[in-house]
């Protein structure tokens, strides 16, 4: 089984639909087995889009990932990063695919609900930077 890296944003937080986009990632067949709400600090925030730091939008993006708590998980699955990506929709949800969690709950290009990683190198980074390896389970 494959593991991959989410973050449940602060606009879907801010809106309580946590529950909702859980409901889409577990039918998908994907299970959650670590999740965990926390208030990103600007300096996580920083560290964790670090590689963003020289793009017009990253002071924009640290005020809006501190703006409210956001619920950070671990997925597992079959082809797990590339199935988690599928199911949360283009980035702009004018352009994700109906059904898709940024489609059914996205506001934007930037609110635009969940994070997920984009390779298996960086997914076992970003679980890294928020878990320790006793909290993920299953």
């Known amino acids: 089984m494959q593991r991959t890296f989410s973050i449940i944003k602060p606009d879907a ?11 889409v990632i577990e039918d998908s067949g994907l299970r959650i087995i670590a999740q965990k709400r926390i208030k990103l600090t600007k300096e996580q925030a920083e560290k964790f889009y670090y590689i963003h730091q020289e793009r017009p939008f990253f002071a ?6 501190t703006s ?16 988690y990506r599928s ?12 059904g898709t969690i940024r ?7 930037q609110e635009n609900s969940v994070h997920g990683s984009d390779s298996i ?3 076992q980074i970003e679980m890294d930077f928020f878990f320790k390896s006793e909290e993920i389970v299953g």
């Open 13 to 23: 937080t801010k809106r309580n639909i946590t529950g909702s986009i859980n409901k």
């Open 60 to 65: 924009d993006l640290i005020d809006f990932m």
């Open 68 to 83: 409210e708590p956001v619920v950070v998980q671990v997925l597992s699955g079959e082809n797990c990063v590339e199935k």
């Open 87 to 98: 199911i949360m929709g283009a980035t702009n949800p004018d352009n994700a695919d109906p």
């Open 103 to 109: 489609k059914l709950f996205a506001l934007n290009v």
């Open 121 to 123: 190198e960086n997914a």
